[in-house]
């Protein structure tokens, strides 16, 4: 049997992720190659998905669901199908429209969703002040991550039949979720900004940017396709880029989420069969 492991991964939770799952997956004897797509340059090339029995696919949730060039992309793929499974890292806050409606993206091109899961990762507005999952994931994530490697793999092979069952139904509409999606640059983050500091311009920022916003020669972002995920400012070797300050916003976000700050980070990732 051989796997493919996915991954979207702006600041690298999931990329973490996505390797103790790969490593999970090579110590029961598998072999897996592991294709990170977060560059669009590398979702350009495609993946051809032939050598494959089982596919994973690893991703943030950005506004509740898996982020937009990572739905569109889906939607280039024909699963023929293919078992698949998924996994989110998320960052404390609503996670179970993303389970659900990429589901439903797999579904629709022709894979076989056999497990879901969700792991806690530091949340990129950490960056501008956030206190949430500051030092997640961690060995207890890691932990959870085994077992769900094992039940994954074991539907995988077909030595557990059973496929990825009902999941919670989003309260909100798809045109709800786009609004939030919307949103993103207007109540909590503005764009990164280079402003007044110096930089090597090693180009990692343009080069690695998934939506082509970032201009590295003049550090100005395209305001029409940043997506706000935040992977130029948490990478840049130089610390050159930043937000603005969002410990403004942290309380506001706690109380919409009817949590607090040690409650939020009490949460353990989940897996879903
Ligand atoms: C633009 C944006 C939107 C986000 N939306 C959510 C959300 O709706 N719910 C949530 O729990 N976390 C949300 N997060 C937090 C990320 O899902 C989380 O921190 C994730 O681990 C980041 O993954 P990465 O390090 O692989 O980029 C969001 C992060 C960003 C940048
Ligand atoms: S990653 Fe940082 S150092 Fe490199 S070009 Fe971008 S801003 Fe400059
Ligand atoms: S410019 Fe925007 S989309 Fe590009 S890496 Fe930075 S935050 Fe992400």
């Known amino acids: 049997m051989k796997l493919a492991i996915i ?20 110590t029961m004897g598998v072999g897996v190659d592991g294709y990170d797509i977060t560059a669009r ?11 494959y029995q089982g596919i994973v696919f690893g991703f943030p949730v950005h506004s509740l669901r898996a982020p937009k060039v990572v739905r569109e992309w889906l939607r280039t793929l024909e699963g023929h199908g293919k078992k698949a499974s ?22 629709e091109q022709n894979f076989t969703v056999v497990s879901s899961a969700e792991f806690p990762g530091a949340h990129p507005f950490n960056l501008g002040g956030w206190r949430a999952f500051t030092d ?7 932990n ?7 039940a994954t793999l074991n539907r995988f092979t ?3 039949p059973g496929m990825l069952g009902d999941l919670e ?23 990164p900004t280079r402003a007044g500091r110096e930089c090597r311009l090693c180009m990692a920022c343009e080069d ?50 009817k949590t607090t700050e040690q409650d939020l980070n009490r949460q353990q990732g989940k897996i879903y069969l």
């Open 7 to 26: 991954f979207f991964s702006p600041t690298g939770n999931t990329a973490k992720m996505a390797r103790e799952i790969k490593i999970n997956f090579e």
């Open 41 to 51: 340059s590398d979702r350009e090339k495609g993946i051809d998905l032939g050598p």
């Open 86 to 107: 998924l996994f989110f890292t998320y960052g404390g806050f609503t996670v179970h429209p993303a389970h659900h409606s990429t589901r439903q993206i797999l579904t």
């Open 136 to 142: 997640r994931p961690n060995e207890s994530d890691f």
């Open 144 to 150: 959870r991550a085994q077992t769900y490697s094992q």
């Open 158 to 160: 077909g030595q557990d």
């Open 169 to 191: 139904q989003s309260i909100y509409s798809g045109e709800q979720l786009d609004g939030f999606e919307a949103l993103r640059f207007k109540i909590i983050t503005q764009l």
């Open 208 to 257: 690695t940017c998934p939506t082509g916003a970032m201009d590295a020669a003049t550090g100005r972002v395209d305001s029409r396709k940043c997506i706000a995920c935040l992977g130029c400012v948490a990478n840049c070797p130089d610390q050159a880029l930043s937000i603005n300050d969002t410990t403004p916003s942290w309380a506001f976000k706690l109380d919409l989420g």
